[in-house]
């Protein structure tokens, strides 16, 4: 485990003279990573810090909101819309690693803005651990590592948590005073619902995707997961009211996990789920059928792509 304190006054000094006297943008996305990073570089650097929060359109119900409501200290806070311009990238994209590439492209291109706006040289990112390895290994790649543009105008590039475990991120969280709803939140990844999509991401499928992945967090709360999450992976035929439809199935996962690396899943009961499919299917009418999966990892990972 880290070593509070210690890591605390190692990483704002070495933020501080990685940044200097120029200015730096923070890659804000309301997760414990970047949350976390945020704070360190803040506390590091404080009014050279830009913080920037891009709505990708592939976020959470509400996260808008809530990145605006809880990141109000931060003066120099900076919300993005870039929307149209994620989905303008990722459209005709099915495959996995071409979707990751996308959009870590477009989030750097948009940092890139907003650095030449305000003169920051540097970058500081969340990325821990996990993500790398992952992303070295060639399981798949994360957007803010493998999924990251070869040619970028950062002089560098920060992490200050490059060597933390998740668990170990939320003790450094809770020894800088976050507040709980952002070190203890649910991992999200960084490319949003469009992981959670198999194929093109389309504005229906992220509509579905978005409203399955609320009742998902909402009902399994209770169960404690490391991760909770519902995608969106094809179509099936099925019956509402007296007619026939050709809808959107909805698979279900939630595993416990220390670190992300392995993971088991729940053991759910009946009627919970139950509850879940009745919520998903009877609040969307383009859902014909609801799934729970019940693979490890491994084999499986914790997000479908």
Not at 236 to 261: F, I, L, P, Q, Y
């Amino acid at each position: 485990m880290v070593e509070t304190e210690s890591f605390i006054e190692e990483k704002v000094t070495e933020i501080g003279d990685a940044v200097g006297d120029a200015n730096a943008v923070i890659a804000l996305s309301g997760g414990v990573d970047s949350s976390t990073a945020a704070a360190l570089a803040y506390e590091a650097v404080g009014d050279q810090l830009a913080p920037v929060y891009v709505d990708t359109g592939l976020m959470r119900k509400g996260e808008t909101e809530g990145i605006r409501e809880t990141f109000a200290y931060m003066d120099s806070l900076r919300i993005v819309d870039a929307r149209e311009r994620f989905l303008d990238e990722l459209a005709g994209i099915t495959d996995p690693e071409a979707k990751r590439h996308a959009i870590g492209e477009q989030f750097i291109r948009e940092f890139e803005t907003v650095a030449r706006e305000v003169d920051a040289d540097s970058l500081v990112q969340g990325t821990i651990y996990p993500d790398r390895i992952e992303s070295e290994g060639t399981i798949k790649s994360h957007h803010n590592v493998g999924g990251l543009p070869d040619v970028m105008d950062f002089e560098g590039i920060v992490e200050p948590m490059r060597d933390l475990y998740k668990d170990e991120v939320r003790e450094v969280a809770r020894a800088l005073d976050l507040e709980e709803v952002v070190s203890e939140r649910m991992p999200f990844p960084g490319p949003g619902l469009a992981v959670r999509i198999i194929g093109e991401v389309t504005e229906e499928k992220l509509a579905v995707a978005r409203e399955a992945n609320h009742v998902v967090e909402e009902e399994l709360e209770e169960y404690d997961p490391w991760q909770a999450l519902a995608a969106v992976i094809g179509k099936a035929t099925g019956v509402k009211g007296d007619n026939r439809v050709h809808g959107w199935v909805v698979a279900v996962r939630s595993v416990e996990s220390r670190d992300g690396m392995t993971a088991r899943a729940q053991d759910i009961d009946w009627e919970t789920l139950q509850r879940i499919q009745s919520r998903v299917t009877g609040e969307n009418e383009n859902v014909a059928r609801v799934l729970y999966d019940v693979t490890h990892k491994p084999p499986a990972t914790i997000e479908y792509e």
